[in-house]
């Protein structure tokens, strides 16, 4: 059995990201694989690729938002993610919370924090780019915002974002969530099957 890197490139802003990272857990499971979390800047990463978000391109089709909101809505029904809410903020500037990830995980605080900032946009609907909010909801997890602050100021994790979201759109990447099985690339939440089965291949 041959190892594989598998990893889920990720901006809290997308509520696919939060979805897929709800279900990774049993994909991981499963396989016996661990998602390695690539943090980078959706923001920044639009504009390499001179993308945009589903809900500016759509906004002119509402047949399609529609159709959309169907399939968001039968995958959170498969999957059972009944705490799964809009924002009713988003979209959110993720910039704070993209940096604090960096940070978390210099500071060892990677998952808890990923859970934590992920429940509070996509469970709560908080306004998560509001410093005072987002201390407030990362002390209540039981973290340390001053410490994760002060490190995600730091010009080493700033520019480690910077590095991460560019090599993304190098990689071919182009928004989130996005997954690497090996060097193949998967776009979207309902591309986890394949993924999976990539992972399965790519082991054997």
């Known amino acids: 059995m041959s190892d594989v890197t598998v990893q889920f490139l990720f901006d809290f802003g997308s509520p696919n990201a939060y979805l897929s990272h709800k279900v990774l857990p049993g994909i991981e499971a499963r ?12 923001g920044g990463l639009f ?8 809900a500016e391109s759509n906004a002119g089709i509402p047949t ?3 159709y959309e909101q ?28 993209m940096r604090g990830a960096v940070a978390a995980r210099r500071l060892g605080c990677f998952e808890p924090y990923v859970d934590a900032v992920y429940a509070s946009m996509w469970e709560r609907g908080q306004k998560m780019d509001d410093p005072q909010v987002i201390a ?29 979201t560019q090599d993304a759109f190098a990689r071919g990447a182009f928004g989130s969530p996005i997954f690497f099985v090996g060097d193949e690339m998967f776009f979207g939440k309902d591309r986890l099957r394949e993924v999976e089965e990539e992972i399965v291949r790519a082991r054997g």
């Open 70 to 97: 169907r399939e968001m809505d039968r995958f959170v029904h498969k999957h059972g993610l009944s705490k799964f809410a809009h924002n009713p903020h988003f979209p959110v500037n993720t910039l704070a919370l």
């Open 31 to 42: 396989t016996g694989v661990r998602f390695e979390y690539v943090p980078v800047l959706l």
């Open 136 to 164: 407030a909801e990362l002390h209540a997890a039981g973290l340390d915002p001053a410490a994760l602050l002060a490190t995600s100021q730091e010009p080493e994790v700033k520019n480690a974002l910077l590095l991460s």
């Open 47 to 54: 504009k390499l690729a001179n993308n945009r978000s589903p």
């Open 64 to 66: 399609k938002r529609a």
